[in-house]
């Protein structure tokens, strides 16, 4: 019987370090697999921050929000063409492949001086 | 103001000259151009001097500088309307840019100006407006390409048909948002047309292009200049040179069916810089251009 207990606190303690150790290893996990988050705020006529500076090859999601009205997010080069609405944010993920330095624009109308809104994404090796 | 030149497909082709005006921008007053409306006053000027009157103008957009204040952009509207009627030829067309529609999604231009895409035939040639600004995004639309489809139809693949819009209908320069996202659409409806030639605005520069079988000319502005994306990544207006305030603005002269062989689209295009002294091609331009009133 106390051999039987003995043995059922052997296991206890096994499977408690287990979880434990699935535990802390989890986040970790998730902290390396998940893309680095980039936030930028679109308000007439400008993108906050205006330069931002990314890795070929890493993934990241951008998280874009509009402070006022409905604004564009366009970087051919990335095949990124989003919307960014005041009512929530837009996220995209993806993985530059090529290196460089590259202009983002506003490509939705948002008022007088759209045409100057724009940020630069470089690309680094 | 719009009226249509009947209807009838396979008129004969017959030699004629038009002018293409764009981005006279009424309304804007700054650094890089603290002339406002002279060049546009100029222009007018020249074209009802030239020595073979034009059968047309054709305007391609950003007739007008924005403004917030809607009483403000109307009355920026009225005046180009009063400067543009100075001209004396017998048919002027507009096509609106983002400066005239993408506020209000061309509500205002449409009051005032007419349907902001249309299109009518002029001895043997088709043209067609484009309205590739008055959605939020660079763009034609669905609505507007079913009526291009729907217009084009009734015309044999080898009509002569000229295209005027604002902006660019290829990717031109993207990240300066020289491009209409669904150009490609607008020009797979005109694929199976051979003899087709696109004018634009926006770019603020003369340009060249040929994608397949079609031409596409930019145009000149009627105030400051953009550099040549080429040389320079950064899209600022080129500075104002008060020694030659008209100096890279300029307006266009289109020979229609040089040649005068029928059922053809032998177009010659002359580009006339405002600050020329010199301009071979159409007599008497020359002493016209000594005399400039600025």
Redesign the interface.
Known sequence: MKKFYALECVSGTVLLAVVLALALARPHAARADSPKVVEITAKRFEFMPNKITLKKGEPVTIRLTSADVVHGFFLRPLKIDELISPDKPTEVTVTPQTAGTFTTICDHFCGVNHGSMKMTVVVEE | MFHFLGKQSGEKVTPFNFIQLSDAHVGFNGPPDPLGTKAFERAVEIVNKLPQRPDLVLFTGDLT????DKDVHAQRMKQFMEISRRMNVPMIKYVPG??DA??DGGGLYRDIFGESYYSFDHRGVHFIGLDNVSQ???EVGTKQLDWLKKDLSRFHKSTPIVVFTHRPLF?LR????WFT?DGDNVMNVLAPYDNVTVLYGHIHRDDEHEVGHVHHYGARSLIFAFPDPEKT?D?KPMPFDKEQPFKNLGIRVVHENVGGKPQTNTVAIEEVELTAREFSGINGIQQLLKTPNF
């Open positions: 500088h924005d403004s917030e983002e400066h993408g506020l939020p995004k660079p990717d993207p990240d300066w948002e996202s990544g899209k």
